[in-house]
């Protein structure tokens, strides 16, 4: 079997922690060359791998004849350039999340990757915890039956620090609102269909990060209408003190509809709540094992702690995707979605006014 030769571009704190681990589980994928455009970040990273074909541009390996696939996980800003030029040369693309800086510069990339006949996906990996997986699959079965509310609230304690180029506008596009509530409009969408128009909120707390300047938002919050109908909640911010900066801390969705609700919480991954419309409140669930991996997935989901395991499905996803030439889920398109409701979070907040979603 000829493995599916990938470089990773981006060799920093999310290709160590999820990217390698991931692919390491994929016997149908190898990955052949590495970038980064800091050199010694590069270097450690070469040495960590064995991987001795490495570049400080991305140009350089976009081209290579023995990569068939990139991973793109750089700071946002770079996000589409390096995209556009990996499905020029022809390659499949898996990219991080926030898919872009801006919807125009998503679809752009959609649209290219279509063109192109190649597999692009948006790295929205809390898809693949198990008991979201559940989830979604209960709700398209009906369980939920007409959606009326979409509700998710993510904090976490980030404090003070410095958040490198997280806190730079002109890197990262927005700070909260799309470093991690990206993930949670991802979710409303996976759960009750796209939004159609929101009211937004953006603040930002601190203007010096760790001796630094900060021109982001440390928290975001979103009132929406989906073209469903249903109504959306959506809560994020890096200074809920005192409530820890990992997984740990809490991160919320509940969708309620005419048949009853379902509470999906990240930590316990493999248990929901759930209640029947008029029932006697909320019971706990636990997610079916079938249900605990991506279905053909080679990972143990016994293996390792399973609040960082189901990461590595998402690697499995990408390159099975690749190896069967079907769609991704979640792809371009979906971070496209994500994206525009961003674009319309941030000119909400700034005119103070409802706006459509794009
Ligand atoms: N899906 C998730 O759950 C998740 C989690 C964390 C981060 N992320 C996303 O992953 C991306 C990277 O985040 P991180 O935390 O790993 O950041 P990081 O700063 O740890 O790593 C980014 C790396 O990209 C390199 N880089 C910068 N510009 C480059 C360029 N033009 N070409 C090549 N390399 C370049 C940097 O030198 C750095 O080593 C971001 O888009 C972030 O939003 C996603």
Known sequence: MKQIGIAIIGCGGITLQNHLPGLALCPESKVVALCDSDAETLQKASRQ??????????????????????????????????????????????CEKPLAMSYA??????????????????????????????????????????????????????????????????LAGTGELGDMLSHRIDFAHLLVGPMKRLVANLKQWHPVRGGAPNDLDDWAAILAE?????????????????????????DYVEVNGSEGSF????????????????????????????????????????QGDPLVTFRYDQAF??????????PCSPNFHDGARAQAVTDAAVKSAEAKQWVEVE
């Open 317 to 326: 996803e990408f390159i099975d995707a690749i190896r069967n030439q079907r």
């Open 105 to 170: 510069e998503a679809k752009q990339m959609a649209g290219a990757a279509d063109q192109a006949g190649l597999r692009h996906m948006t790295a929205f990996t809390y898809r693949f915890v198990p008991a979201m997986r559940y989830l979604s699959h209960l709700v398209k079965r009906g369980d939920l039956g007409q959606p009326y509310h979409y509700r998710s609230c993510r904090l976490q304690d980030w404090g003070t620090r410095n958040l490198g180029w997280r806190q730079v506008k002109k």
């Open 226 to 250: 989906f073209q469903s109908g249903a109504t959306g909640v959506l809560e994020s911010s890096k200074l809920a003190s005192g409530r820890n900066e990992s997984w740990r801390s809490l």
């Open 49 to 94: 791998t064995g991987i001795n074909v490495t570049a400080t541009q991305y140009e350089e390996i976009v081209k290579r004849d023995d990569v068939e696939a990139v991973i793109i996980a750089t700071p946002n800003f770079a996000h589409a350039p390096i995209a556009l030029a990996a499905i020029a040369a022809g390659k499949h693309v898996l």
């Open 263 to 302: 509470v999906f919480i990240t930590g316990e991954w493999n248990k929901l709540q759930t209640g029947k419309a008029g029932g006697p409140g909320l019971e706990t669930i636990m997610i079916p094992e079938e249900f605990w991996k991506v279905p053909g997935s080679p990972r143990d989901p016994r």
